[in-house]
């Protein structure tokens, strides 16, 4: 059983910062892809940024330049660091994992729980 657990989302001002964090736990063979999505009442989940098994980088148009993926393999975690955040950044923000489990010759699309981030002052 493979889980994605998500940590980090909170209340923060504007032009404030955080940093999300999802740790892939289970039999895993490999990671693949690791993905960030927000989903904002109302409106439809949408991807922030993706992270592939080499450490390459993309990210949607309202997020680049303040938003950075990275990963540490090792610890099988993605982090979302935040900056300069704005109001419209307000969303359930959702990890999403392509994984291969133990014993398995497919890989597999895992998500997170979510965690809520909030900016507001």
């Known amino acids: 059983q493979v889980q994605l657990v998500e940590s980090g989302g909170g209340l923060v001002q504007p032009g404030g910062s955080l940093r999300l964090s999802c740790t892939a736990s289970?039999?895993?063979?490999?990671?693949?892809?690791m993905d960030w999505f927000r989903q904002a009442p109302g409106k439809q989940r949408e991807l922030v940024a993706r992270i592939t098994s080499d450490g390459s980088t993309n990210y949607a148009a309202s997020v680049k330049g303040r938003f950075t993926a990275s990963r540490d393999n090792a610890k099988n975690t993605v982090y979302l660091q935040m900056n300069s955040l704005k109001p419209e950044d307000t969303a359930v923000y959702y990890c999403?994992?392509?994984?291969?489990?133990?014993?398995?010759?497919?890989?597999?699309?895992?998500w997170g729980q979510g965690t809520q981030v909030t900016v507001s002052s």
């Open positions: 289970g039999s895993i063979f490999s990671i693949n892809a």
């Open positions: 999403h994992g392509t994984i291969t489990p133990s014993g398995s010759s497919y890989s597999n699309g895992y």
